[in-house]
């Protein structure tokens, strides 16, 4: 005789929906109502479980849920409508999706007899986000529901991780239809099964390659972070005492004040960090992707090196550049194998050659070090990083939006951490700083969470201040407002003559008073002097969120920036120099 | 170079739109597809016949590994294999023409599958290659209609490719 306990509960489709999430360990989920998931938030409404934030439009549901994966390592959950709730949602899939962030979108849908007749509200998002996902299902039946949830959780989390969107029909969600609820332990699927180990033999092969290397650097990216493993690089870099770099997606990786570190590389890069690249007899790449931004012109990039490539993803191996030894699997346990490998076998590197490129790189070191232009009638962008670098003893979790202001935080935001600065890299997603230092600040509510922004950027997500008070989110945002899409402006600068075509920003609005609007408290900085005083009171209130606006000099570029169609180490130094 | 790649896939809907979308999404050449199931029903089998070089061909099999519905596949140009494809053509036929067109169907092991007083249609089954070359030899007769599956695939011997 079966106990009356043990007989699996009866719970409608959208119950089981927000069952599966608490199970699944879920505690917060984004999104916003509307008629195709009316079901499923009064589901929500009666329990306690999983708590729902309420955004001011879709995309910032999918930007928090995003920076909270990427903080946390965790799936982050939307929910959204059908129709243009799914549509608004896009932008957020496709960040998640370029920078490989691990997410389950669930988008209702118009009732199943629906479909296919142009419904109010109806749009095929299964086909919209087909190329943007990691993977998409549909509920055709509501009692698959905690399988499909699980099996989306796996998906996302697993392997190269990613979105996964999930479209549940409205008549799969009814109050009164009920079903014997069981979420399933774990799942496996016959045609989807990541390698995560790497294979000894080339694991042992790149270890002799990178040990016999003159010139070696390890070049790593956002698969360490995702991966995990900062620590096992971090104890493998300073094993064989070689330098290192990090991708946008990579920093914090690897300590930033630590001496082997030479910054980061590509576009923005380090001149010391592009040099060596270049220069490098043995590059051994570490969840990174060989990214367009870093590579600069592939046929001219690293002449000389052997390279050797660990990555989950097969496809990113060999995609842009050919690499020599490559490594399929998770870069954690394949690093740690790399170093039991070395623990057993004792290798190092010549040291004299290894002397040698080090004081080379002492040289690289000097010629640019992060310098740049001191202004008396402006505030310079880059000095404000640096102050708040120091006003959070750079410990903040920092999110940026895109542009300039992306790549000075990226520069003079020395991370030492891994999973603490959060950004659109792959994308280039102009409104996710806001959103995703909202996600961050509502799981990691004593942590000082700091947007670095910029007048252009924060206007596409603005609205998300009235979220903020809602939920008492009290972020810092350090909007560095040059009155120009700055971006656009330095290219238009270097390559159009300086012809601004909609790059000026006119009718801003006075983000003091909008900031005090909407409950916050606003400062405005204008003076280099100002600075030091409202950064002071900015961090010291700490049950509020403070918006500073802070004006910087509207003509700064960023450098070191790599010349197109050149080596990785062609750049301009400065408005005058270059290599 | 020319590739025939034989695709197994869940027998589920949408499959094949990621699939068909991966190609149009990155850029590869699509000259032929051909899906059906096999004789499990829950497994589809798609032979794609595409080109590009080593690298790309390499991408694309990497890429189609990473759809999650995809079960197994492999590139049957790599090794001895058997294509076919499957052709049939309405023709019109005069009378003096007729004795001909049928001549030349029987030559390519071709069978008339149907016919009218003005018209024959005719199966051919073979290569690609021989298939345009059957097209070639029907000069001087009015073609109505073509239609073609696509080709399908199997290796030489004893390799499989199955679950």
Same mark, same amino acid.
């Given at each position: 005789?079966?106990?009356?306990?043990?007989?699996?509960?009866?719970?409608?489709?959208?119950?089981?929906?927000?069952?599966?999430?608490?199970?699944?360990?879920?505690?917060?989920?984004? &999104?916003? %109502? *509307?008629?195709? #998931? $009316?079901? @499923?938030?009064?589901? +929500?409404?009666?329990?306690? !479980?999983?708590?729902?934030?309420?955004?001011?439009?879709?995309?910032?549901?999918?930007?928090?849920?995003?920076?909270?994966?990427?903080?946390?390592?965790?799936?982050?959950?939307?929910?959204?409508?059908?129709?243009?709730?799914?549509?608004?949602?896009?932008?957020?899939?496709?960040?998640?999706?370029?920078?490989?962030?691990?997410?389950?979108?669930?988008?209702?849908?118009?009732?199943?007899?629906?479909?296919?007749?142009?419904?109010?509200?109806?749009?095929?998002?299964?086909?919209?986000?087909?190329?943007?996902?990691?993977?998409?299902?549909?509920?055709?039946?509501?009692?698959?529901?905690?399988?499909?949830?699980?099996?989306?959780?796996?998906?996302?989390?697993? &392997?190269? %991780? *990613?979105?996964? #969107? $999930?479209? @549940?029909?409205?008549? +799969?969600?009814?109050?009164? !239809?009920?079903?014997?609820?069981?979420?399933?332990?774990?799942?496996?699927?016959?045609?989807?099964?990541?390698?995560?180990?790497?294979?000894?033999?080339?694991?042992?092969?790149?270890?002799?390659?990178?040990?016999?290397?003159?010139?070696?650097?390890?070049?790593?990216?956002?698969?360490?972070?995702?991966?995990?493993?900062?620590?096992?690089?971090?104890?493998?870099?300073?094993?064989?005492?070689?330098?290192?770099?990090?991708?946008?997606?990579?920093?914090?990786?690897?300590?930033?004040?630590?001496?082997?570190?030479?910054?980061?590389?590509?576009?923005?890069?380090?001149?010391?960090?592009?040099?060596?690249?270049?220069?490098?007899?043995?590059?051994?790449?570490? &969840?990174?992707?060989?990214?367009?931004?870093?590579?600069?012109?592939?046929?001219?990039?690293?002449?000389?090196?052997?390279?050797?490539?660990?990555?989950?993803?097969?496809?990113?191996?060999?995609?842009?550049?050919?690499?020599?030894?490559?490594?399929?699997?998770?870069?954690?346990?394949?690093?740690?194998?790399?170093?039991?490998?070395?623990?057993?076998?004792?290798?190092?590197?010549?040291?004299?050659?290894?002397?040698?490129?080090?004081?080379?790189?002492?040289?690289?070191?000097?010629?640019?070090?992060?310098?740049?232009?001191?202004?008396?009638?402006?505030?310079?962008?880059?000095?404000?990083?640096?102050?708040?670098?120091?006003?959070?003893?750079?410990?903040?979790?920092?999110?940026?939006?895109?542009?300039?202001?992306?790549?000075?935080?990226?520069?003079?935001?020395?991370?030492?951490?891994?999973?603490?600065?959060?950004?659109?890299?792959?994308?280039?997603?102009?409104?996710?700083?806001?959103?995703?230092?909202?996600?961050?600040?509502?799981?990691?509510?004593?942590?000082?969470?700091?947007?670095?922004?910029?007048?252009?950027?924060?206007?596409?997500?603005?609205?998300?201040?009235?979220?903020?008070?809602?939920?008492?989110?009290?972020?810092?945002?350090?909007?560095?407002?040059?009155?120009?899409?700055?971006?656009?402006?330095?290219?238009?600068?270097?390559?159009?003559?300086?012809?601004?075509?909609?790059?000026?920003?006119?009718?801003?609005?006075?983000?003091?008073?909008?900031?005090?609007?909407?409950?916050?408290?606003?400062?405005?900085?204008?003076?280099?002097?100002?600075?030091?005083?409202?950064?002071?009171?900015?961090?010291?209130?700490?049950?509020?969120?403070?918006?500073?606006?802070?004006?910087?000099?509207?003509?700064?570029?960023?450098?070191?920036?790599?010349?197109?169609?050149?080596?990785?180490?062609?750049?301009?130094?400065?408005?005058?120099?270059?290599? | 170079?020319?590739?025939?790649?034989?695709?197994?896939?869940?027998?589920?809907?949408?499959?094949?739109?990621?699939?068909?979308?991966?190609?149009?999404?990155?850029?590869?050449?699509?000259?032929?597809?051909?899906?059906?199931?096999?004789?499990?029903?829950?497994?589809?089998?798609?032979?794609?016949?595409?080109?590009?070089?080593?690298?790309?061909?390499?991408?694309?099999?990497?890429?189609?590994?990473?759809?999650?519905?995809?079960?197994?596949?492999?590139?049957?140009?790599?090794?001895?294999?058997?294509?076919?494809?499957?052709?049939?053509?309405?023709?019109?036929?005069?009378?003096?023409?007729?004795?001909?067109?049928?001549?030349?169907?029987?030559?390519?092991?071709?069978?008339?599958?149907?016919?009218?007083?003005?018209?024959?249609?005719?199966?051919?089954?073979?290569?690609?290659?021989?298939?345009?070359?059957?097209?070639?030899?029907?000069?001087?007769?009015?073609?109505?209609?073509?239609?073609?599956?696509?080709?399908?695939?199997?290796?030489?011997?004893?390799?499989?490719?199955?679950?």
């Amino acid at each position: 005789m079966t106990s009356q306990n043990t007989q699996p509960e009866l719970l409608s489709g959208g119950a089981m929906l927000i069952r599966a999430l608490a199970d699944e360990g879920v505690e917060y989920v984004y &999104g916003y %109502p *509307g008629g195709a #998931v $009316l079901h @499923i938030y009064d589901a +929500m409404f009666q329990q306690h !479980q999983v708590k729902h934030v309420l955004v001011r439009h879709e995309q910032a549901a999918t930007h928090m849920a995003d920076a909270y994966a990427r903080a946390s390592g965790k799936a982050g959950v939307v929910l959204v409508t059908s129709g243009p709730g799914a549509t608004n949602a896009v932008t957020g899939i496709a960040t998640a999706y370029m920078d490989s962030i691990p997410m389950v979108v669930i988008c209702g849908q118009v009732m199943s007899h629906l479909i296919g007749d142009d419904a109010f509200q109806e749009t095929d998002m299964l086909g919209i986000s087909r190329p943007i996902v990691k993977h998409n299902m549909s509920v055709r039946r509501p009692e698959d529901i905690p399988y499909l949830v699980k099996k989306a959780f796996y998906i996302a989390q697993s &392997g190269r %991780p *990613g979105p996964v #969107v $999930l479209d @549940i029909p409205k008549d +799969m969600t009814i109050p009164s !239809q009920k079903f014997p609820y069981e979420y399933p332990k774990d799942i496996k699927l016959r045609s989807y099964n990541p390698n995560a180990k790497g294979h000894p033999g080339q694991i042992k092969k790149a270890l002799t390659t990178l040990l016999a290397a003159k010139k070696p650097v390890l070049y790593s990216g956002g698969g360490v972070i995702l991966g995990q493993a900062s620590e096992e690089l971090t104890t493998l870099a300073r094993k064989l005492n070689i330098p290192v770099t990090n991708t946008l997606m990579g920093l914090g990786a690897y300590p930033a004040s630590d001496p082997q570190f030479i910054g980061m590389l590509g576009m923005h890069g380090s001149y010391e960090a592009n040099q060596v690249m270049h220069n490098a007899d043995v590059i051994f790449a570490v &969840g990174a992707r060989f990214d367009d931004r870093v590579t600069n012109a592939t046929k001219k990039f690293c002449p000389n090196a052997t390279i050797i490539h660990i990555d989950i993803d097969p496809a990113s191996i060999s995609k842009t550049v050919n690499a020599h030894i490559p490594i399929v699997g998770l870069v954690k346990p394949v690093l740690q194998e790399m170093l039991q490998q070395l623990e057993k076998n004792q290798g190092q590197l010549d040291q004299q050659a290894l002397g040698h490129w080090w004081q080379q790189i002492q040289q690289w070191r000097e010629v640019h070090g992060g310098r740049y232009e001191q202004s008396a009638a402006h505030l310079k962008p880059q000095a404000v990083i640096e102050a708040v670098h120091r006003h959070t003893k750079g410990d903040a979790y920092v999110t940026s939006d895109v542009g300039q202001h992306q790549m000075f935080a990226a520069q003079y935001y020395k991370f030492d951490k891994p999973n603490r600065w959060i950004n659109s890299g792959g994308l280039g997603t102009m409104g996710f700083g806001l959103p995703a230092a909202m996600g961050v600040k509502l799981h990691y509510p004593e942590a000082e969470v700091v947007c670095v922004t910029g007048e252009g950027s924060i206007q596409m997500n603005i609205q998300e201040l009235s979220t903020c008070k809602q939920y008492g989110l009290n972020v810092k945002i350090i909007n560095l407002n040059n009155g120009y899409l700055g971006m656009v402006k330095q290219w238009q600068d270097m390559n159009y003559d300086s012809r601004y075509s909609s790059s000026y920003m006119d009718s801003l609005p006075d983000f003091v008073k909008l900031a005090e609007a909407y409950g916050h408290v606003g400062i405005r900085v204008t003076k280099a002097e100002e600075l030091e005083p409202a950064l002071e009171r900015a961090f010291a209130l700490k049950d509020k969120l403070v918006f500073l606006d802070i004006h910087v000099d509207p003509t700064e570029h960023v450098y070191p920036m790599q010349i197109p169609g050149g080596a990785m180490n062609e750049m301009f130094l400065s408005k005058t120099e270059r290599t | 170079m020319r590739h025939i790649l034989s695709v197994l896939l869940e027998n589920e809907s949408g499959a094949l739109a990621r699939v068909v979308g991966l190609f149009a999404q990155r850029g590869y050449n699509i000259d032929s597809l051909t899906v059906a199931a096999t004789e499990d029903p829950t497994i589809s089998r798609l032979t794609l016949v595409t080109r590009g070089d080593d690298q790309v061909i390499e991408q694309i099999t990497k890429q189609l590994h990473k759809l999650i519905e995809v079960v197994k596949l492999a590139d049957l140009s790599e090794s001895a294999h058997i294509e076919r494809e499957l052709m049939m053509v309405k023709v019109k036929t005069t009378a003096e023409q007729r004795e001909e067109v049928k001549r030349c169907a029987d030559i390519f092991r071709g069978q008339i599958i149907d016919i009218t007083a003005n018209t024959y249609t005719i199966q051919v089954v073979g290569t690609s290659d021989k298939l345009e070359a059957f097209i070639q030899a029907l000069n001087g007769t009015q073609i109505l209609e073509t239609v073609r599956s696509g080709v399908s695939g199997i290796s030489r011997g004893e390799r499989t490719l199955s679950l």
